[in-house]
Nanobody
Framework: QVHVVESGGGLVQPGGSLRLSCAAS????????MGWYRQAPGKQRELVAS???????NYADSVKGRFTISRDNAKNTMYLQMNSLKPEDTAVYYC?????????????WGQGTQVTVSS
């Protein structure tokens, strides 16, 4: 069984910063890719950023230059440093992990963490 848990969300003023963390635990052989997604009220879930086990990254155009994704493979943990936050970044942020376990490769999702950018 694999668990994925996000932390670090909260309320921040426009222009502020937050750092999200995502930890995967359980019977994991390895994690191929991890990603952050977000879903604002009334909108579809969208990819924010992703990172492979080799460190290759991908960002949504809306967050390039402001957000930085990173991971610690030894700890099965991923981070999202969010700077220069805007009200339109307000959403529930979800962690996704593509995990290799004994019987195959599966996608796992966390429960989400709320990020609210407001003055």
């Amino acid at each position: 069984q694999v668990h994925v848990v996000e932390s670090g969300g909260g309320l921040v003023q426009p222009g502020g910063s937050l750092r999200l963390s995502c930890a995967a635990s359980g019977s994991i052989f390895s994690i191929y890719a991890m990603g952050w997604y977000r879903q604002a009220p009334g909108k579809q879930r969208e990819l924010v950023a992703s990172i492979t086990s080799g460190g290759s990254t991908n960002y949504a155009d809306s967050v390039k230059g402001r957000f930085t994704i990173s991971r610690d493979n030894a700890k099965n943990t991923m981070y999202l440093q969010m700077n220069s936050l805007k009200p339109e970044d307000t959403a529930v942020y979800y962690c996704n992990a593509t995990v290799i376990i004994a019987d195959g490769v599966y996608d796992y999702w966390g429960q989400g963490t709320q990020v609210t950018v407001s003055s």
